[in-house]
């Protein structure tokens, strides 16, 4: 058994354990994820905001570009949350001084939108599919939807961001789980309060490693080699990577949010929810300094609410309104191809476990 | 050249890049330095609120213990902070509450103290003493203090938080560099604003390595041998472990601080600023709790006004207004003595380094 013939890798059938994370807005392309899945590793599409015809689309283009297995992210949905109208108001206004910065002429509403009837949706094309491996992040699905799954032969992945949420998915049925250390770009994970949920990969993993039995994916903070092998070493399995797939040649990522992580310093990756009322980490900018100690709309009003700020602010190419997700890492970031860099990550790993 | 055998290793003369974390309040008493440095790695004497006179005994006894290399570590203070007397009349009726919980008659006032003469006299020590290692916190010594360190041998290290401060402490003058991941326990090394030196290990490491040539010594997060083969991976070649020593039967910690690490779960630890007016991570209390949004002194302040309240509370075995600082992987601690755990630290090491 080396680093790369292991229980994930015959579980899910694939050369390298390697995942690219499934980053949600556009990033994870059909292009990014089959070339991954090619490459020998796992290519996963961040689904969650995605209607479940564009993932359909998604999954048909990607499977028209590989025989490989490959993965969809959905977030489950809290179906509980609302704002007072108070509330609404006042962040409207709040966002309005920004709306007319970038010249959008109409009034900033928040959009009414069915987040239950969404996710159910995702799940029916996830279903109909077929889809190889099926993730989920924010919640945990009712059992019947895993039992389903089960039944399907698709493989579950739960995204855990401390011991007793990793413990959370393996007796819920999770086939695998993802340990998102703090280091990671985007949304934080966390089932539960937020502030638990911030333990850096170091911790993160071994204590997972040694609370449940299947097999840990390590997240945040891994940008080459050298993350591959030391999360290794600190028990996990799989290894999944984020920010260093986003300046990928075959990323969606808008080219601004590229260049702002060719040029980031890991101190300007900050922890913020001003985009989305849920903490995520991205590069600092105008908009996250200037939003902070707002008070926010809970996750996710607070992101239908600035959705079309950000929105414009891309197309003005204007990263200061962007949200510029990434991780601590951000300094190893490269242009490069799927292919290239998954060589590197491969080769590298070899050298480091070898050369020791 | 083996893990144990680098730069590190020759340039201090140890036989493993195994660092016992400088951890000042009491817990590294001379017996456990001393068991550090006879097992083959370096103990490390956190003298940072010692007098010289406390530091220089110290030093006799660890050298009456042993013939190996160890180290000291200073606060180099900030001797510009200050504080109106109206904040400081705030938060001593703040505590006020505190200390009659906890039968202390008298009213907490806040001591004088002169920090630019403890340092002076402290330095004074480490020459007359010719200490073999002496480490850095919270800033950066005069070049002068460095150059005269140089001169007669003594190794400097530097305490650094994110990369700009690892470049920082190379241009400096420091030998090797502490690269302290947000996983630590205790307070965060930071030289600058604070919010810049959060970085989990797994994003650090690799980063500082890339950054300065110097030997970077990783902290944060690692509490056993698959830390310190993490950490090597990234490209460490000293490993650093605090919160695992306080648990050893030579540390200095309170039993009942002792027993609060042994118990507590990584979502536990919380970064406070509440004892000491400065950044640290420690097990989360009522006092870590209540005094969450309240305005504090800037540090030293804090802390010499929170000291009485600490001492008091250690003596009645009240862990509720303690400082217990512990690092994330906290679940990882166990009662154990220090020759055993570095035997299975360095048989561990060797199992995970070969292994693979």
């Known amino acids: 058994m080396g680093w790369n013939r292991n229980r994930l890798t015959e579980k899910l059938d694939i050369q390298y354990p390697v995942f690219q994370a499934p980053m949600a807005g556009g990033m994870t392309t059909p292009r990014l994820i089959s070339e991954v899945s090619n490459s020998g590793g796992l290519g996963n599409m961040g689904a969650g905001y995605m209607n479940s015809d564009e993932i359909r689309e998604d999954i048909r283009k990607i499977r028209s570009l590989t025989d490989k297995p490959f993965g969809v992210n959905l977030f489950v949905p809290n179906l509980g949350v609302s704002a007072q109208n108070e509330e609404i108001s006042r962040m409207e206004e709040v966002l309005t001084q920004y709306s007319s910065e970038l010249g959008i002429k109409e009034k900033l509403l928040l959009p009414k939108k069915d987040y239950g009837t969404?996710?159910?949706?995702?799940?029916?094309?996830?279903?109909?599919e077929s889809v190889p491996v099926c993730s989920f992040t924010f919640g945990i699905p009712d059992s019947n939807v895993i039992r389903e799954l089960n039944k399907q032969g698709t493989i579950i992945i739960g995204t855990a961001t401390n011991v007793n949420e990793a413990v959370e998915w393996e007796d819920a049925g999770a086939d695998l789980i993802v340990a998102q250390g703090s280091e990671a770009g985007g949304h934080r994970g966390t089932l539960h309060k937020e502030e638990?949920?911030?333990?850096?990969?170091?911790?993160?993993?071994?204590?997972?490693?040694?609370?449940?039995?299947?097999?840990?994916?390590?997240?945040?903070?891994i940008m080459?080699?050298?993350?591959?092998?030391?999360?290794?070493?600190l028990g996990a399995a799989g290894f999944q990577l984020g920010t260093v797939f986003l300046t990928c040649r075959e990323s969606g990522a808008n080219p601004i949010y590229k260049n702002a992580i060719l040029n980031a310093t890991e101190e300007q990756t900050?922890?913020?929810?001003?985009?989305?009322?849920?903490?995520?980490?991205?590069?600092?900018?105008?908009?996250?300094?200037?939003?902070?100690?707002?008070?926010?709309?809970?996750y996710p009003l607070q992101n239908d609410m600035t959705a079309s700020l950000r929105k414009q602010a891309a197309k003005l190419e204007h990263p200061e309104f962007m949200s510029l997700w990434a991780g601590q890492g951000v300094r190893m970031a490269e242009e490069i191809t799927v292919k290239e860099l998954m060589l590197k990550l491969v080769?590298?790993?070899?050298?480091l476990i070898d050369g020791k």
């Open 196 to 221: 638990s949920g911030l333990i850096g990969s170091m911790a993160l993993i071994p204590q997972v490693a040694d609370a449940v039995s299947k097999p840990v994916v390590a997240a945040g903070g």
């Open 347 to 351: 080769k590298g790993t070899e050298a």
């Open 118 to 128: 969404l996710y159910e949706k995702q799940l029916e094309v996830v279903f109909e």
């Open 224 to 233: 080459d080699a050298r993350g591959i092998a030391a999360a290794m070493m």
């Open 270 to 298: 900050v922890l913020t929810k001003a985009f989305s009322g849920k903490l995520a980490r991205g590069i600092s900018n105008r908009f996250t300094e200037e939003m902070e100690g707002q008070q926010l709309l809970p």
